[in-house]
């Protein structure tokens, strides 16, 4: 039997978590235990997930919470370290680029058991970004590394990462996403909200270079002002942006407008059925640019860089930076045009789970 620790730790590991579980009950040599590390810990951030996407109850929570960045990681590597000396798994298998990722990559490294990475080769060339350090990190010390687009592995050749560790897996997320798609339709978030479908505009925004700083999200809310008094708007709001609103002097503003709404975070259904129907998606997320992409439904993401090219080159996806201005007339521009749905990126198929459980039941 192989054994292997599967981590996730924050709301977007979740989704690429779930497909791993489900492809690894194909191959009876496999016995996988889930770890979660408690970096996310809300309900509506991590338990919902769980139920939603039948993700099996994690075999062990290490109940880490929040922290800064140094706190955080050093608490989960503490903790996860006499996790993996009791179990003697042969792989860890880490997902994404959050501080739970590094952590626990580390952990395995230095205990000599081989480490996995799903999602890797991801680059957006800005070491200020603490998911970007994670990525690096991690796919050094590698041993198998699943590649979710064509860009992935160019930046792992660059970096002299040898090709017999490295598999174009397809996007795990994207698995999720096909596998729940169906079943959002059911959701009633749109009643809820009173919208119709292709009415409206979704906003998330959660990033600490667009949400901790006064001016940036200043002038971003700017922005949002004059979408809202086009389209109603809905923004699910990630803890961390709803702490920093009144301490930048930001709640009155988003009180007055009249069509913006925010709400708690949302669960991946209600989320899922309110992206597909969505006029306009404008975020700072990773995984919503990947899912606008299929979702055939136009993405304006508020960074000047993407660790996912292929989203813009073959899907809906538009950088649009935070100035103001240059939000305000792609979000003109995006909205006068029908979209023809877009090419869908190679191995965005819905089976990149069952290739990586594959290549991981050979080794
Ligand atoms: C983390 C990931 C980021 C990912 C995001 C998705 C890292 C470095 N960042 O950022 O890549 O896009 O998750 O959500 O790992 N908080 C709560 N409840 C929770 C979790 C967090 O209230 O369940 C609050 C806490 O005040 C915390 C803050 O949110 O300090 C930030 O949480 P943290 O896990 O440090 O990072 P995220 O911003 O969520």
Redesign the pocket.
């Given at each position: 039997m192989t054994r292997i620790i599967n981590i996730c730790g924050?709301?977007?590991n979740f989704m690429k978590i779930a497909p791993l579980m489900r492809a690894y009950r194909k191959h009876p040599n496999l016995a996988p235990l889930l770890v979660h590390t408690g970096?996310?810990?809300?309900r509506n951030?991590?338990e919902l997930f769980f139920k939603q996407l039948d993700i099996p109850e994690p075999d062990l929570n290490l109940e880490v919470g929040?922290g800064s960045?140094a706190v955080?990681t050093a608490e989960i590597m503490k903790r996860f370290e006499p996790v993996v000396l009791e179990h003697k798994p042969q792989w860890v298998v880490v997902v994404g680029?959050?501080?739970?990722t590094i952590a626990c990559g580390l952990v395995a490294k230095k205990l000599g058991v081989k480490l996995a990475h799903v999602e890797a080769g991801l680059r957006s060339f800005d070491r200020s970004m603490?998911?970007e350090l994670?990525r690096l990190l991690t796919d050094a010390i590698s041993d198998l590394l699943f590649v979710s687009e064509p860009s992935g592995l160019q930046n792992l050749k660059h970096e002299g990462i040898p090709d017999e560790k490295v598999h174009f897996a397809g996007n795990v997320m994207i698995d999720t996403l096909r596998a729940n798609l169906e079943h959002a339709q059911h959701s009633k978030i749109l009643n809820e909200l009173g919208l119709q479908a292709g009415g409206y505009n979704v906003v998330t925004l959660?990033r600490?270079s667009n949400v901790d700083d006064a001016t940036v999200f200043g002038g971003i809310t700017n922005a949002l002002d004059a979408i809202q008094q086009d389209l109603p708007t809905i923004f699910p709001m990630?803890?961390?942006t709803v702490?920093n609103l009144p301490k930048l002097g930001l709640a009155d503003r988003f009180a007055a407008m009249k069509q913006l709404r925010v709400v708690e975070p949302l669960g991946y259904l209600d989320f899922l059925k309110l992206t597909a129907n969505a006029a306009v998606v404008v975020t700072d997320?990773?995984g919503i640019q990947e899912e606008t992409t299929i979702l055939g439904v136009w993405c304006l993401t508020v960074r000047e860089n993407t660790e996912r090219p292929v989203t813009v080159t073959n899907g809906t996806n538009t950088l649009v930076g935070t100035d103001p201005d240059r939000i305000i007339s792609t979000y003109r521009r995006r909205r006068a045009e029908t979209l023809d749905h877009p090419p869908v990126p190679d191995k965005w198929d819905g089976r990149a789970a069952e290739r990586i459980a594959e290549v991981l039941a050979q080794h």
């Open positions: 924050a709301r977007p970096q996310h810990y809300d951030m991590s929040s960045h955080q680029d959050v501080n739970s603490p998911e994670n959660h600490p990630h803890p961390r702490h997320s990773g």
